[in-house]
């Protein structure tokens, strides 16, 4: 029996900064609606024809995350990819990464759980890595939002939340059972499964045949739909369970917390949760103003700058935390 641990953090944005001015140009909002209600002031978006994918994206992050490993690519036995843009709609992103880091033909696992996809991602890695099964996995989270987005008024009120952007990480084997990934606890509650989602093009209620068919302009099922203030009510809620959850798993309480690193979402639930556990502004990381919601790219995106900048210490006792579109929601205890 093993821990695993995070030895290598890397990410990349695009460098198209997209301001809430900007969007304003575009659609029927504002800079001080959008500031208030969710606290972004800017996101990064792909430019068509860059050339910039979920993969190529990924694959970037995963570069960095690797070379500050201080492994070899193929030393990676196991890539782990999240994302709900992928660049196909099968295969899955996380063979296109095997073949563009030219990595040895080691399986690739797609993970489709949204928001909390990098936590139910280094989740799967813990426990491969636990069972002795593997020993460095890559677990990637990218997002490319922002062509898929509906940006007239109609679709305002996803459109300014999203962003585009990559996070990963290399998880090892840590034989001091001690350090490292401590516990995760992954959830899913599928009764709310339409509340954060997009429907089409599935093999479910839009059949991609009636859509070509229909070529109707303002068929709104392929484009993200968000019952904006239930999901608000509903993540408060999961995020407290799930991290306390976590910590009373390991004898833990809130003033233990070092660190907590939430999914990205929206500034006033990391707000409503810092404040429920008593949490100190620099206990809580938050890049939202700069990125907006990157979903399963927002908390490998967020770890890697807390990372950079000095705030994840040897010791540390980290908390990340997930919810979004399934539901799902999930939690990471970490001692760093
Ligand atoms: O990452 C996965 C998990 N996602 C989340 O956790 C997101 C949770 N939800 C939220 O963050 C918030 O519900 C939103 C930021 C999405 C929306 O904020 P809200 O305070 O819940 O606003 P609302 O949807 O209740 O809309 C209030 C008003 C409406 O107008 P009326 O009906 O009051 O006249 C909307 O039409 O704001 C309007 N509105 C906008 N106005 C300007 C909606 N979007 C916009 C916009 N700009 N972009």
């Not at 089409?200 to 068929?219: F, L, Q, S, Y």
Request: net charge negative; with cysteine.
């Amino acid at each position: 029996m093993y821990n695993s641990k995070i030895i290598g953090l890397g990410y990349y944005v695009p460098e198209n900064v997209v301001t809430n001015d900007d969007l304003s140009k575009v659609m029927d909002t504002s800079d001080a609606w959008i500031q208030e209600r969710t606290g972004i002031k800017e996101r990064r978006h792909v430019v068509k024809g860059d050339g910039d994918t979920t993969t190529s994206m990924g694959v970037k992050a995963a570069k960095v995350a690797i070379e500050r490993a201080g492994i070899d690519k193929d030393d990676i036995d196991f890539i782990i990819f999240a994302t709900l843009s992928p660049d196909y709609y099968f295969p899955g992103p996380g063979v296109l990464v095997q073949r563009d880091l030219g990595i040895k033909t080691v399986g690739a696992l797609d993970v489709r759980n949204q928001c909390s996809g990098f936590v139910y991602g280094i989740s799967v890695a813990d426990q491969y890595i636990k069972s002795g099964m593997y020993k460095n996995i890559l677990v990637v989270g990218s997002e490319l939002h922002s062509h898929g987005l509906d940006m007239s008024t109609r679709g305002r009120g996803v459109s300014v939340i999203f962003g585009d952007g990559a996070g990963a990480a290399v998880l090892s084997r840590e034989e001091n059972l001690e350090k490292g990934i401590l516990s995760t606890h992954l959830h899913s509650e599928g009764q709310h499964a339409e509340e954060l989602s997009l429907i089409a093009p599935g093999m479910g209620k839009r059949w991609v045949n009636d859509i070509i068919e229909d070529n109707d302009p303002n068929d709104e099922s392929y484009y993200p739909y968000m019952n904006g203030q239930f999901v608000f009510k509903n993540a408060v809620v999961r995020f407290s369970q799930v991290i306390l959850e976590g910590l009373e798993t390991n004898n833990l309480t809130p003033t233990d917390i070092d660190l907590l690193v939430p999914h990205q979402a929206n500034l006033r639930i990391s707000q409503f949760i810092q404040k429920k556990f008593g949490l100190q502004d620099d206990q809580v990381f938050n890049n939202i103003m700069k990125y907006g919601n990157t979903t399963a790219a927002s908390i490998p995106i967020a770890l890697t700058e807390a990372w950079e900048a000095g705030k994840v210490k040897e010791g540390d006792l980290l908390v990340l935390a997930a919810f979004g579109s399934g539901f799902t929601w999930g939690s990471a205890i970490i001692k760093w």
